[in-house]
């Protein structure tokens, strides 16, 4: 069992930058894949990045590409999201979610556990 606490989220004006954490309990943090999603009202739930168990490999949305950032640090159980250059259309909740395997997945329904998420609002 795995529990995530995510943190970070907030209102920030368009071009700004946030960091979203994601705390995770037990200790196994490190046997997850770990990945970020987001969901704006009345849309789906849809990738935003993954990280491998390692940390060296990682897999970004084509919307995110170049301004977010996603690591990781086992030693503190914690996966993190860097977001610079925020546009309005990054308004979503975000969720962070682990999934038990080797790899980078970037499908939603491979992932066994998800935070509760934590609101982000971009204004113009």
Do not use: H
Request: charged content about 15%; hydrophobic content about 35%.
């Amino acid at each position: 069992q795995v529990q995530l606490v995510e943190s970070g989220g907030g209102l920030v004006q368009a071009g700004g930058s946030l960091r979203l954490s994601c705390a995770a309990s037990g200790r196994t943090f490190s046997s997850y894949s770990m990945g970020w999603f987001r969901q704006a009202p009345g849309k789906e739930r849809v990738f935003v990045a993954a990280i491998s168990r390692s940390g060296g490999s990682a897999s970004y949305a084509d919307s995110v590409k170049g301004r977010f950032t996603i690591s990781r640090d086992n030693a503190k159980n914690t996966v993190y999201l860097q977001m610079n250059s925020l546009k309005p259309e990054d308004t979503a909740v975000y969720y962070c979610a682990a999934a038990n395997t080797i790899t980078v997945v970037i499908t939603k329904t491979r992932y066994n556990y998800w935070g509760q998420g934590t609101q982000v609002t971009v204004s113009s």
